[in-house]
């Protein structure tokens, strides 16, 4: 099967974290404490209350760009090990681009695989921000998450 995935629209970063893959994905599936350590500085808050538990779900969150609200809806969840969403603007549909997580046991802790897919994204006005998403900014959420944990991370 082929694919219509250009490579340089999937951005991956990832990372051992020395915490239980449990408190990791806490923080992950709860919007409220995304802000704590997104790495992209884009993240102002979120209600509290809207921890993700299910395919079809969404979470609201405000942005740092001023009065931006971002609806989330959940695409992918595997309580405790995946989790990935489609922001968009509130009432609207997604404009094709996906943020996942995925958390794997590992002897040294959590493997933490961050991925930022653009590849449906078809907005030029959005493909500049998307283009700004490099691998170093989704290591510098896994770099947070780990701080925020309570693990350090270890470079593989």
């Known amino acids: 099967m ?3 995935r250009p490579s340089d629209r999937v951005v991956v970063a990832e990372r051992v974290i020395a915490a239980p893959r449990e408190v990791i994905f806490e923080l992950i599936a709860d919007p409220a404490r ?13 209600d509290p209350g809207q921890r993700v538990r299910a395919v079809g779900t969404s979470f609201t969150m ?3 760009k001023a009065g931006a609200v971002r609806e989330n809806v959940i695409v992918e969840f595997d309580e405790g090990r995946l989790i990935a969403w489609k922001p968009s603007e509130v009432g609207s549909p997604p404009p094709g681009h996906l943020w996942r997580w995925e958390l794997f046991d590992d002897e040294r802790g959590t493997r933490v695989v961050h991925t930022y897919d653009w590849s449906d994204l078809h907005d030029a006005k959005r493909e500049v921000r998307a283009r700004a998403t490099t691998p170093a ?20």
């Open 62 to 64: 405000r942005l740092t």
């Open 137 to 156: 900014r989704l290591a510098a959420s896994i770099e947070r998450l780990a701080a925020v944990a309570g693990g350090a991370a270890d470079s593989d």
């Open 2 to 4: 082929t694919t219509d």
């Open 34 to 46: 995304q802000p704590e350590w997104d790495g992209n500085d884009n993240l102002a808050g979120a």
